[in-house]
């Protein structure tokens, strides 16, 4: 029996999204078509659009389909750069918290590098929060007419920290100024209501919730304006390119099992994963006390967590953490050090990093994830593997 516990790297596909899947592959016909194969292949994808919008809490309009979470956080980042720069003139300033995703990271770096954006980093505290004073003092000192946006994640997909996302997104609009939040990691396990929230743009992607791999979604709002990346049909607003219906048919049938009627995620299998999650830290707390949990410590209402209901994320002292996710995948036991963008690379995490987690503590982290069908006999499975492998990984590490 192996034991499935990253599903922040990718989460199961479920049987009726899978079938949902297929039907929707044997759709003949161009969205984008006139005739009636066209027009019947349209009419199953703006059904499946709406679908999601309302488990976005966006409009059907403001929902652009895209290839998955990097291309979403690509053209949010980078459309309204260029858009907000044509308006502020040249080299506005984009404000980045800490300890992004990868995508996040390379996409703003890559503006301040080939087309001369000024990138300010901002800082999170010690459990990865960025706090909405830090972003209001770096709007004052910048002057919100000169900077073209902010981005920041929803929840960190390392350490589960949840974000305030309402309050940063208030501060930023009060100004004028977007807020793009990825919500890659939290769709699914905290409530997204694109419109409540007050952001200007929201990034997720399907295969988080058991969708398929190369599909996401980008709500940009009605008073957001963002330049295309890709060019040639202008099919959807800012995206270009043939849309993928059966696609937009599984991610609407993955929203629809993970949220309920109120397009929350459903409160018996959040609470269910949270005490599963809670068994799991308490479990590896008993294995090894001097096991640490990074971002905030679990809370006793899942529903107002501070950090997501499937994430735990441990640094073991003595261990190095690619160590101990080989040592555990032998036994059968699936988890990561981090996020699966940056898998094979040997680097400490920038994540942990950004919370002030020195280098030498860090490098022994791992992230167990749990999924909606995760089960209990996982969790064991991994109680059981631990004590030897950390065993085996810090005789390593002396020899």
Not at 195 to 216: D, E, L, Q, R, T
Not at 222 to 243: E, I, K, P, V, W
Request: aromatic share 4%; net charge negative.
């Amino acid at each position: 029996m192996r034991a499935y516990l990253d599903h922040a790297a990718t989460s199961p596909m479920p049987e009726a999204v899978l079938a949902a899947y297929s039907d929707a592959l044997r759709v003949v016909g161009n969205p984008a078509s006139t005739h009636g194969h066209g027009q019947r292949a349209s009419e199953v994808l703006e059904q499946a659009r709406e679908r999601i919008a309302r488990g976005l809490g966006c409009d059907a309009a403001e929902l652009i389909l895209t290839s998955g979470g990097t291309e979403s956080i690509n053209l949010a980042i980078k459309g309204i750069y260029w858009a907000r720069r044509a308006v502020l003139g040249s080299d506005p300033v984009i404000l980045v918290a800490e300890g992004e995703h990868h995508a996040t990271v390379e996409a703003a770096e890559w503006l301040r590098d080939a087309q001369g954006a000024r990138l300010r980093w901002l800082p999170v505290d010690a459990e990865g929060v960025l706090q909405p004073h830090v972003l209001a003092a770096a709007l004052a000192e910048e002057g919100a007419e000169r900077v073209a946006l902010v981005s920041f994640l929803w929840a960190n997909n390392e350490v589960g920290t949840v974000q305030p996302v309402a309050e940063l997104c208030r501060i930023a609009a009060e100004v004028g100024v977007p807020a793009h939040v990825d919500a890659v990691s939290a769709l699914g396990q905290i409530p997204i209501d694109f419109a409540a929230s007050g952001a200007a743009a929201v990034s997720v992607s399907a295969h988080k919730i058991g969708g398929p791999v190369g599909v996401g979604a980008l709500v940009l709002g009605r008073r957001t304006s963002a330049d295309a990346l890709m060019h040639g049909g202008t099919q959807q607003r800012a995206r270009s390119g043939t849309q993928d219906v059966a696609g937009a048919v599984a991610f609407a049938a993955a929203l629809d099992i993970a949220l309920d009627a109120e397009a929350r995620p459903d409160p018996e299998r959040t609470a269910r994963l949270a005490a599963l999650r809670d068994r799991l830290v308490a479990g590896v707390r008993a294995v090894d006390p001097g096991a640490v949990l990074r971002g905030p410590e679990p809370a006793a209402e899942p529903a107002v967590a501070p950090r997501l209901p499937g994430n735990a994320h441990f640094t073991f002292p003595g261990c190095q953490g690619d160590s101990l996710v080989f040592l555990l995948d032998t036994v059968g036991v699936s988890v990561s050090v981090g996020s699966a963008c940056r898998a094979g690379v040997a680097e400490i995490s920038h994540v942990l990093l950004a919370m002030g987690v020195p280098a030498a503590e860090a490098a022994g982290a791992l992230r167990f994830t749990l999924g909606p069908d995760t089960r209990d006999d996982e969790v064991d499975a991994l109680l059981e593997a631990l004590p030897a492998a950390l065993e085996r990984a810090r005789e390593a590490g002396l020899s």
